[in-house]
């Protein structure tokens, strides 16, 4: 089992940037393909970003796409979410999340093991 710890979140002006950081522990994360994905309030949870196990494959939502990138450091059992050119409507809360399935999945459904969620507020 992994255990998914999630960090970085805070209010931020339009146009600013933050980095997420999902820091795993109990089994390396080289086993999982590794997503983001955030929940604004009254809102489902929706998909935000995905990477492959070496990280050789992403996969982004089209609001977010140029704008934010996932990588991961395998050696460091830690995934990152760069974001650029916060809007308002980026306001949730993040979720990191690890999936055993080789493929890079959308699904939040797919995913096994999920974190607590960091914050985002951007304000305008």
């Known amino acids: 089992q992994v255990q998914l710890v999630e960090s970085g979140g805070r209010s931020v002006q339009a146009g600013g940037s933050l980095r997420l950081s999902c820091a795993a522990s109990?089994?390396?994360?080289?086993?999982?393909?590794m997503g983001w994905f955030r929940q604004a309030p009254g809102k489902e949870r929706e998909f935000v970003a995905a990477?492959?196990?070496?990280?050789?494959?992403?996969s982004y939502a089209d609001s977010v796409k140029g704008r934010f990138t996932i990588s991961r450091d395998n050696l460091k059992n830690t995934v990152y979410l760069q974001m650029n050119s916060l809007k308002p409507e980026d306001t949730a809360v993040y979720y990191c999340a690890a999936d055993l399935a080789v493929r890079v999945s959308t699904s939040a459904s797919t995913y096994d093991y999920w974190g607590q969620g960091t914050q985002v507020t951007v304000s305008s």
């Open positions: 990477v492959s196990r070496s990280g050789g494959i992403t």
């Open positions: 109990g089994r390396t994360i080289s086993s999982y393909a």
